[in-house]
């Protein structure tokens, strides 16, 4: 049974939504707040928001009817977010990858994905910090929002609820392997194009040629072609 609940104010989705896990056919539930306080990025990064301009939401899933590899359902969780904000925004957004996502050049999504056992169930935790209504990004120049991206106000409990029912039923229909990394790839941001990437605290010209399925990000650099796992390539742009 999908639900979804709110806070007024909490630290982080990802941690409180446990609280909320309280049957044992609890699936698909969510848990958003308008005013978090101590968000958590990927890989120990930090995802701080405004109160009451930006969304963040988590989404507990049941791992046990997740077929595919942890890599292909990160691919697949952010092409969701993807489409969602695409159709919102009425503009192609683009997926950086792993998994932020990109409007007109500015981050406005960051996603973060764990693996939990919850009374005695084992649920993947999808949580999304979303830029919604922000303007100002202090020194964080490759941030953005809905509103600075697009010129648009957004009312931020309809972006809620419709997030919540969009993931939660595209999350029920998982597609083949192969379709969910072709479609990661045709949205991945910066594809095919001149790039520059700081690689071993060095900076290098490259491009990026796709993702593959176990996770790693294939680059044509001046030396060949080469794979890098998640921190060993850092995306300047």
């Known amino acids: 049974m999908s639900q979804l609940f709110y806070l007024k104010e909490c630290s982080s989705t990802n941690d409180e939504i446990s609280k909320f896990l309280l049957y044992e056919n609890s699936d698909f539930i969510g ?17 701080t928001q ?5 969304l963040a939401y988590t ?8 077929l595919c590899s942890d890599f292909i359902f990160n691919y697949y969780t952010a092409i969701i977010i993807r489409n969602f904000l695409a159709k919102l925004a009425d503009h192609d957004v683009k997926i950086k990858w792993p998994n932020d996502i990109i409007l007109k050049g500015k981050k406005i999504v960051g996603i973060l994905i764990e693996k939990k056992k919850i009374n005695q169930n084992n649920y993947f935790i999808i949580g999304a910090g979303i830029n919604i209504l922000q303007e100002k990004f202090d020194e964080i120049s490759n941030a953005g929002s809905l509103l600075t991206q697009t010129g648009q106000l957004f009312d931020l409990e309809d972006a809620a609820a419709n997030l919540h029912e969009y993931v939660s039923e595209r999350l029920k229909n998982i597609p083949p392997d192969q379709e969910i990394l ?8 910066r594809k095919d194009e001149i790039s520059v990437f ?4 060095e900076r290098q010209n490259g491009i990026i040629r796709n993702a593959d399925e176990k996770g790693e990000l294939w680059i044509e650099l001046e030396n060949g072609l080469r794979s890098f796992y998640h921190k060993e390539v850092k995306l300047l742009y």
């Open 31 to 47: 848990l958003h707040t308008f005013n978090q306080t101590k968000g958590r990025g990927q890989y120990g990064n930090v995802w």
């Open 198 to 201: 700081e690689i071993e605290k």
């Open 182 to 189: 072709d479609t990661f790839n045709k949205h991945l941001f």
């Open 59 to 66: 989404l507990a899933v049941k791992s046990q009817n997740i």
């Open 50 to 54: 405004t109160a009451g301009k930006n």
